[in-house]
């Protein structure tokens, strides 16, 4: 049994479900312009038309309802909001506004992100997250999305995966915008995490009995060989980078001493002004753990080393595999990986809430006259479902579970050639197919119990 009022739902982000990215005002994300550059972006993809979700957003929620969701995790689009970053745009506002809205209708809890990676171009002309003046843009897209829900939402997490977006965006250059400047990715790791303090702050005034939290990417990581001084360097420096540069702050209020030394030649110290570590760490209500797998680290270098690497500091790591089945992203599935750090977090930072808001497989599913019969991924549902358990078993103030994705979408550099959806998208109709997964799903919210 799941605890009574285990919130279950299902994610997605703006940029990979909505579409119509031209439509009522929005403007331009780094991402529409990543997509533009050559090679960038599997298959030449973009963000058209996706999962055309900004137009079917009324049927899609019909369907969430039917699959008994109880919440669902969406993004809000900065460029839609501020259309250059700065202008008001009510039209992009209108869109979520009725997402809301509908939601409620239906009884399902809205659980909005800030910012899922779509920042408006014009503020990355002028520095983007390396620029200190992003932080203040921020707030003030904040301050328009919460005067407009902060009545009608009581969840919300400010960024998702700050890691992601800083090291794989400004160091390995494989995300928008697309740079390979280390010193820029630890100044943009930075500065996300004072930006969270600043959506705090907008939550706390407009919408003051909701609670206000974040969504990190975190993975529980190992040495491949613990006797090898090389693998537990290694390790301890991607905990450090992956893991602890955002936990540590925000919740215990101080960059971990090992990070600063290894960052010193990448000038995190020179970007962190003095009170930022206090509004960083100004109380974050709950913490949203995405999870998929996790990390087995050599300080050998493979095959691949010699392209920009997100490990700033740390660029000959390797992640050797273990035999272990893989999805199609290539990850390995690891579900007792997901039990081990949601203990591990309970244990460090007691009496913090946490709720998985992303955990989820991609696997290439075939649509036939019966359905999509996702075996593989049902069972990976189920295998991380059980893990999930074993973790309240433990004692873990897990309160919830997000799977991703509602839909089939934009997998960003690897565009539409990934599935991860309960509910398969065929791009040229828009029909929507919901696969077993999502009827296995649907059978443990209604019964909340994994039988
Ligand atoms: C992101 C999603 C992404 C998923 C699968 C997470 O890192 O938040 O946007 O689609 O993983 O790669």
Same mark, same amino acid.
């Given at each position: 049994?799941?605890?009574?009022?285990?919130?279950?739902?299902?994610?997605?982000?703006?940029?990979?479900?909505?579409?119509?990215?031209?439509?009522?005002?929005?403007?331009?994300?780094?991402?529409?312009?990543?997509?533009?550059?050559?090679?960038?972006?599997?298959?030449?993809?973009?963000?058209?038309?996706?999962?055309?979700?900004?137009?079917?957003?009324?049927?899609?929620?019909?369907?969430?309802?039917?699959?008994?969701?109880?919440?669902?995790?969406?993004?809000?689009?900065?460029?839609?909001?501020?259309?250059?970053?700065?202008?008001?745009?009510?039209?992009?506002?209108?869109? $979520?506004?009725? *997402?809301?809205?509908?939601?409620?209708?239906?009884?399902?809890?809205?659980?909005?992100? *800030? $910012?899922?990676?779509?920042?408006?171009?014009?503020?990355?002309?002028?520095?983007?997250?390396?620029?200190?003046?992003?932080?203040?843009?921020?707030?003030? $897209?904040?301050?328009?999305?919460?005067?407009?829900?902060?009545?009608?939402?009581?969840?919300?997490?400010?960024?998702?995966?700050?890691?992601?977006?800083?090291?794989?965006?400004?160091?390995? @250059?494989?995300?928008?915008?697309?740079?390979?400047?280390?010193?820029?990715?630890?100044?943009?790791?930075?500065?996300?995490?004072?930006?969270?303090?600043?959506?705090?702050?907008?939550?706390?005034?407009?919408?003051?009995?909701?609670?206000?939290?974040?969504?990190?990417?975190?993975?529980?990581?190992?040495?491949?060989?613990?006797?090898?001084?090389?693998?537990?360097?290694?390790?301890?420096?991607?905990?450090?980078?992956?893991?602890?540069?955002?936990?540590?702050?925000?919740?215990?209020?101080?960059?971990?001493?090992?990070?600063?030394?290894?960052?010193?030649?990448?000038?995190?110290?020179?970007?962190?002004?003095?009170?930022?570590?206090?509004?960083?760490?100004?109380?974050?209500?709950?913490?949203?753990?995405?999870?998929?797998?996790?990390?087995?680290?050599?300080?050998?270098?493979?095959?691949?080393?010699?392209?920009?690497?997100?490990?700033?500091?740390?660029?000959?790591?390797?992640?050797?595999?273990?035999?272990?089945?893989?999805?199609?992203?290539?990850?390995?599935?690891?579900?007792?990986?997901?039990?081990? *750090?949601?203990?591990?977090?309970?244990?460090?930072?007691?009496?913090?809430?946490?709720?998985?808001?992303?955990?989820?497989?991609?696997?290439?599913?075939?649509?036939?006259?019966?359905?999509?019969?996702?075996?593989?991924?049902?069972?990976? *549902?189920?295998?991380?479902?059980?893990?999930?358990?074993?973790?309240?078993?433990? @004692?873990?103030?897990?309160? @919830? $579970?997000?799977?991703?994705?509602?839909?089939?979408?934009?997998?960003?550099?690897?565009?539409?050639?990934?599935?991860?959806?309960?509910?398969?998208?065929?791009?040229?109709?828009?029909?929507?197919?919901?696969?077993?997964?999502?009827?296995?799903?649907?059978?443990?919210?209604?019964?909340?119990?994994?039988?």
């Amino acid at each position: 049994m799941f605890p009574d009022g285990f919130v279950w739902g299902a994610a997605t982000a703006s940029f990979q479900v909505e579409g119509s990215t031209t439509a009522d005002g929005r403007g331009r994300s780094i991402w529409d312009t990543f997509c533009a550059r050559p090679g960038a972006v599997a298959g030449g993809d973009t963000g058209e038309p996706a999962a055309d979700h900004y137009r079917r957003m009324s049927d899609d929620v019909r369907m969430m309802a039917e699959l008994g969701l109880r919440a669902y995790r969406f993004s809000v689009a900065w460029p839609r909001v501020r259309a250059g970053g700065r202008v008001v745009n009510e039209a992009g506002l209108d869109f $979520y506004d009725r *997402l809301v809205d509908e939601l409620l209708r239906h009884g399902i809890a809205p659980w909005p992100t *800030l $910012y899922h990676w779509d920042l408006p171009q014009e503020l990355e002309d002028r520095g983007g997250w390396a620029n200190r003046d992003t932080v203040h843009r921020f707030a003030e $897209y904040a301050d328009s999305v919460l005067g407009r829900l902060g009545d009608r939402v009581w969840n919300w997490t400010t960024f998702n995966e700050p890691w992601c977006a800083a090291f794989l965006g400004y160091a390995a @250059g494989v995300h928008a915008p697309g740079r390979t400047e280390p010193r820029a990715a630890v100044a943009a790791g930075h500065h996300m995490l004072l930006a969270h303090g600043q959506g705090r702050a907008a939550i706390r005034e407009h919408a003051p009995r909701a609670a206000a939290g974040i969504t990190l990417n975190l993975f529980p990581v190992r040495a491949n060989d613990p006797e090898d001084e090389a693998d537990v360097e290694a390790a301890r420096r991607v905990d450090a980078l992956q893991n602890r540069f955002f936990l540590e702050p925000l919740l215990r209020g101080a960059y971990p001493p090992d990070l600063v030394a290894d960052l010193e030649p990448f000038g995190l110290d020179e970007v962190v002004e003095d009170g930022d570590v206090a509004r960083i760490s100004a109380g974050t209500d709950l913490l949203g753990v995405n999870y998929y797998h996790d990390h087995n680290v050599s300080g050998r270098p493979d095959e691949g080393s010699g392209r920009p690497s997100p490990w700033v500091g740390a660029e000959h790591v390797s992640f050797p595999g273990r035999g272990l089945p893989r999805t199609d992203m290539g990850w390995e599935v690891v579900p007792e990986g997901l039990t081990e *750090l949601l203990v591990e977090l309970h244990r460090r930072y007691p009496g913090l809430p946490l709720y998985v808001t992303e955990n989820g497989a991609a696997y290439p599913d075939v649509v036939t006259d019966s359905g999509v019969d996702d075996v593989e991924r049902t069972e990976f *549902l189920e295998s991380h479902l059980r893990a999930a358990h074993r973790a309240l078993e433990q @004692g873990v103030d897990l309160r @919830g $579970y997000f799977y991703w994705s509602l839909l089939d979408n934009f997998e960003w550099a690897e565009g539409y050639a990934k599935r991860f959806g309960l509910v398969h998208v065929d791009y040229g109709t828009q029909r929507r197919t919901p696969k077993r997964s999502a009827y296995r799903y649907a059978r443990v919210i209604s019964e909340n119990v994994l039988r």
